[in-house]
């Protein structure tokens, strides 16, 4: 067994590792949106409506609508049926068309 000195010492060494790889796990984390380069390019008020979705339906209008990608392929990376897909797409793009419309009726 090791001394307690030696244990304390270890983990000492170790915290500053483990606060890196808890800092890259949360800049990784799709559940943060990373607003630098999400909707670069867009108009303000597309930009404003994609950050309004879900994380889950951002993902899946990137993959479908972005990235191109046929509806089982999607399903595939996303660990869902195709059908599950159509719906999120279907869903996102409802949301989307709707604050769309609200940004026109207020401009």
Do not use: Q, W, Y
Not at 5 to 22: I, K, N
Request: no cysteine; proline share 5%; charged share 30%.
């Amino acid at each position: 067994m090791a001394p307690l000195r030696s244990v304390a010492g270890d983990s000492t060494r170790l915290a500053p590792r483990d606060r890196a790889r808890e800092a890259r796990a949360e800049a990784a984390d799709p559940r943060v949106p990373d607003t630098g380069s999400f909707g670069e390019g867009l108009s303000p008020e597309l930009a404003e409506s994609l950050l309004e979705l879900s994380a889950g339906e951002r993902e899946v209008v990137a993959l479908r609508i972005v990235l191109d990608l046929d509806s089982e392929e999607t399903a595939r990376l996303l660990g869902v049926t195709s059908t599950a897909v159509s719906t999120r797409l279907s869903r996102a793009l409802s949301k989307l068309e709707e604050r769309m419309r609200n940004h026109d009726a207020v401009a």
